[in-house]
């Protein structure tokens, strides 16, 4: 079956980095559009960021764009989302999610098929 597996979360102070890694297994991965969503405690899941399945084409929301970069390695199965600068404003679950290509750049959770479980980012201040 299909597993998105993330890691590389943790407690950080702001101003630094962090690099997230989600590995994927059970899905032909290069077909996949890879994004990765938030979620802050009693807030609504968000949208952070997404890449195509061939790895040329990101789409980043306005409150990362120019801290945060998405890319994937398709021969490993992997997409990294690397954080600078961060924030206490950063802290949440960061999940990692797969959709098939349609609809690009979609910023929308319904449209992600699958999902990691999560992994902690601590931003302090």
């Known amino acids: 079956q299909v597993q998105l597996v993330e890691s590389g979360g943790g407690l950080v102070q702001a101003g630094g980095s962090l690099r997230l890694s989600c590995a994927a297994s059970?899905?032909?991965?290069?077909?996949?559009?890879m994004g990765w969503f938030r979620q802050a405690a009693g807030k609504e899941r968000e949208f952070v960021t997404t890449?195509?399945?061939?790895?040329?084409?990101?789409y980043y929301a306005d409150s990362v764009k120019g801290r945060f970069t998405i890319s994937r390695d398709n021969a490993k199965n992997t997409v990294y989302l690397q954080m600078n600068s961060l924030k206490p404003e950063d802290t949440a679950v960061y999940y990692c999610?797969?959709?098939?290509?349609?609809?690009?750049?979609?910023?929308?959770?319904?449209?992600?098929?699958?999902w990691g479980q999560g992994t902690q980012v601590t931003v302090s201040s």
């Open positions: 890449i195509r399945g061939s790895g040329g084409i990101t």
């Open positions: 059970g899905l032909a991965f290069s077909s996949f559009d």
């Open positions: 999610a797969a959709k098939v290509g349609y609809m690009p750049g979609s910023t929308v959770p319904g449209n992600y098929k699958y």
